[in-house]
């Protein structure tokens, strides 16, 4: 089973006021950019078979932290240690090249995980099966639907047996059947698999997890079973609507 350990996880971005401002410090005019820090000093374990769910609002960081965990993008501080292979289903285009085929893509994944090319053509018949998408599997990824690919990212994952399973919202698209299909793997690949998702769904992260961290404005907030964790994150964004309301109603 695999682990994660994150430590200080941090991300930031340059922000120029002027629009001359990259230019100008390209030159070596001085520092011309602000920080903007998307997710900050983010420290947590994940053990070899739990199940860790990641709720916030959107624009919070949840994203941003499984690009950072999954090695899409590169962190402005901090670190992680992976113990295992990752697979990671983040938002639709990231992994997948829209030129290339289905299977072409396939292939890549599988390269990518250190998967020579030869075991992922045995493995390719059950990607084939799990996807349902027939004959597109030989088409270009540019024409899939939103739900197609999905189902050809989630198989991919599903048949190259992943130590760590990194899920970003990416249930939420496609048909309620395929939804199910996925969320009874997900519970069978707990029982050898770890799992941090990231869902706004409250049924899904209590069936499938055993704890939550709840990310605010890019930082940890709470922690803990994922009832606990969804209660206080809830009652936050009522008293947030509830501060909005009031002060619309005060204005004249």
């Not at 998307?38 to 960081?61: H, I, K, T, W, Y």
């Not at 090319?117 to 599997?137: D, K, R, V």
Request: glycine share 10%; charged share 25%.
């Amino acid at each position: 089973m695999g682990y994660l350990r994150v430590r200080n996880l941090g991300k930031a971005y340059k922000r120029y006021p002027h629009k001359w401002g990259r230019l100008a410090e390209w030159v070596g005019l001085g520092v011309r950019h602000e920080l903007n820090w998307v997710l900050r000093d983010v420290s947590f374990d994940v053990a070899p078979g739990e199940a860790v769910a990641v709720v916030g609002s959107n624009g919070a960081g949840k994203s941003t932290l499984l690009k950072l965990v999954s090695g899409t993008i590169r962190p402005t501080t901090g670190g992680f240690e992976a113990g295992g292979r990752i697979a990671a289903l983040l938002e639709l285009g990231i992994g997948f090249h829209p030129a290339f085929t289905g299977r072409q893509n396939a292939f890549m994944a599988g390269n990518i995980l250190g998967l020579p090319s030869q075991q992922i053509a045995t493995l390719m018949g059950e990607i084939e099966a799990f996807a349902e998408i027939g004959e597109y599997i030989d088409q270009p990824v540019r024409t899939y639907s939103s739900g197609m690919q999905v189902r050809l990212a989630f198989s991919v994952a599903t048949v190259l047996r992943p130590d760590i399973l990194i899920v970003d919202e990416a249930l939420s698209v496609g048909d309620a059947a395929f939804q199910r299909k996925c969320l009874d793997w997900i519970d069978s690949f707990r029982k050898t698999g770890t799992l941090l998702f990231v869902s706004h769904s409250v049924a899904e992260v209590r069936r499938l997890c055993n704890r939550a961290i709840w990310i605010d404005n890019g930082r940890i907030r709470e922690q803990g079973e994922p009832s606990d964790v969804i209660r206080a994150y809830h009652r936050a964004m009522m008293l947030e609507k509830d501060d909005v309301n009031r002060f619309s109603a005060a204005r004249p």
